[in-house]
Structure formats: C-alpha cells, structure tokens
C-alpha cells in the first residue's frame, strides 16, 4: 500500500505509516507549500500553480491513496479563493476555482482513493458551510476517519450534520507517539505549559494567579516557547527572577515534557489535541484552560475539557494500528 499525506501540519505526534511527505517533494520540484505569502494571502493562480506541483509528485509517486489532513471540515486556505457571489451558487464557485477540489478530481480520475482525516472534535461550521462540507464529503472521498474515540466523543457532537454523510466513517483511536518515561517517580511541583504565541498568556496569567494564592511551597516549571511574544517574555521573567519557586524552561521536546509531566503533582495547560493525551498518557491530573478560539464554544479545546471531566476516562490508543488497517482494507 502506498499513502501520499497532503497536510499542513502532522496529524497527532506520531509518525503513523510511511509517506512521502509534501514539503520534501515540493521543495525538491521547485515549489513551496507554505500557506504564507511573502505579501500576505497567497493568489488563487499562485495556489493552482501549487497544486499543479502535488499533481506531479502524485503522479511520480503512484499513491493507492490520497490522505487530506482535515479537508473539508477544515484547510479552507487549499481552496484560495473567496467567493463573490449569492449563497446558492457557492457550491457551483467553489467546484470551478477550487484548487485542492481540482487536485482531488485528478487523482480520483487516476483511480486512487480519497481520504479524509479529522481529529477527534470538528472546527465549529455554519450550516451553509456543513452542507458543503456534506455535499464534497458525498461526491469525492472514499473514507472519514475519525482519530478518536467515539465512547469519549462523537463526531456529532461537533459536526451535528454527521448523519447526512453517506461515506463510511471509522474512528480510529487517538493517534499518539505511546512513550512513556521508563520509571515514575514521585510527584512534587507544577508545570505549567501554552502553545507558542501569544495565547499562552491565558494560560500563564491564570497559573500565576494561581500561584500567587498558593500555600504551597514547591517548583512551578513554565515553559515558555521562542515563539511567544517577546515582550511577553520580558514581563514574565522580571516577575520570574524574584520569585524563587518559579522556574522556566523552553525548547524541549514532547519526550522531555512528558518526563516533566510524570514528576509533577499537577499540570495547568490548554486543552489542545497532542496535550490532553499527554496528559492523560502520563496520568497526570491536569488543569485545562481551553483556549475558546475568540470565545467560540464549539471549539475543540472547551469540548474535550468538557468531556474530560474530572479525568475518570478510558479511551483508545489504537490510532496508529487502525488507521494503517483501515487504509489497507480500502485499496488492497
């Protein structure tokens, strides 16, 4: 079985089966899949001229499968384009500029498979927007695979419009790399931890607020990325350098962290798809502030805090094994 992965980004923290990854192709061709535009938003031409370049590694690769990372619950930036016009030809607009749609059609012309893969919670859609995710859904991919666990979370859950989906849907257990550190120790102190960027301020301003009414004496580890603001930065360790108990460390790596985590008697992050499964791999009671996607409920950090509970939950790990055998049953 041969698998050509389009995504933009790695699908849960584990390398799940052998692909021939796009940006190596890309670059190798002479072209670039960055979504960024050195001007700004990239031209629906410039897109196409992308596409035309997946094409031909597609082509030179001879893939049983094409797998989208998210499309089309999600990676609208593949379409570049905006629609002009009235509601009811959308559909018809995005079917004639639509460069990843282009893409998808040749392949399937050339007798390969289309998959689609989400994680676990859909990106929250307006209805116009769920009938034509449905509508793309019905008319061009073979396979939805969900990485979760339907008796934790359900598709319908996120995306209410699951029923009206004609393809078969599998869920394939949280994708994850399942190391583990190789002793526990005892657990003393918190780690506190964002995602790069400014967003982790929610995060930290709670922790420290936090901290502050703690009676507690013992270690609070933040880690701050290199990609935080650097104004961001300065503040917090100006605070930081008085306070003996607040210790930062940034650049490691998600092994080093979930060493980290196993040592700490709590943990306060976000809720994001690779940390809750750290957190919950590592059986570490842990603190979610969510980030809310400007205050946007349905998103999927507030949903898995949510569901999380108070952490009593017994999921699939299996989404490595699955999602191989799942491909393997469709084209072989």
């Not at 400007?294 to 999602?323: C, H, L």
């Amino acid at each position: 079985m041969k698998v050509y992965g389009l995504v933009q980004s790695q699908i849960g923290s584990g390398h799940f089966i052998r692909m021939k990854q796009i940006q190596k192709g890309l670059i190798t061709k002479g072209h670039s899949m960055n979504l960024q535009h050195i001007e700004g938003k990239i031209s629906h031409e410039e897109m196409k001229r992308r596409m035309v370049g997946q094409m031909e590694l597609i082509s030179d690769y001879k893939p049983d499968v094409l797998l989208l990372e998210g499309f089309p619950f999600m990676r609208y930036a593949w379409m570049a384009t905006d629609f002009p016009g009235k509601p009811e030809t959308r559909l018809e607009w995005y079917e004639k500029h639509g460069a990843i749609l282009e893409l998808i059609r040749i392949a399937k012309n050339k007798g390969i498979k289309i998959v689609t893969s989400l994680r676990d919670i859909s990106i929250p859609h307006s209805d116009t927007r769920s009938i034509l995710i449905i509508e793309w859904i019905n008319k061009y991919i073979d396979l939805v695979l969900v990485h979760g666990d339907e008796s934790f979370i359900k598709l319908e859950d996120s995306f209410p419009f699951k029923n009206l989906i004609d393809v078969p849907i599998h869920y394939t257990g949280y994708v994850a790399d399942l190391y583990k550190p190789s002793s526990k120790s005892s657990r003393y102190g918190v780690l506190v931890s964002g995602a790069s960027g400014a967003v982790a301020d929610l995060v930290f301003d709670e922790a420290l607020n936090l901290y502050k009414k703690s009676n507690y004496k013992e270690p609070w580890t933040f880690i701050i990325s290199d990609k935080h603001p650097i104004e961001s930065i300065k503040k917090f360790k100006e605070y930081a350098k008085n306070e003996k108990n607040i210790k930062i460390v940034s650049n490691i790596t998600s092994r080093e962290f979930r060493k980290l985590l196993t040592k700490s008697r709590l943990s306060i992050s976000q809720c994001g798809y690779n940390t809750f499964l750290d957190s919950y791999i590592t059986e570490t009671p842990t603190t979610f502030i969510p980030f809310t996607d400007n205050g946007a409920t349905g998103a999927d950090q507030p949903m898995r805090t949510k569901y999380y509970g108070n952490g009593n939950i017994n999921i699939s790990m299996k989404g490595v094994q699955n999602t191989v055998e799942l491909l393997e049953t469709l084209c072989c």
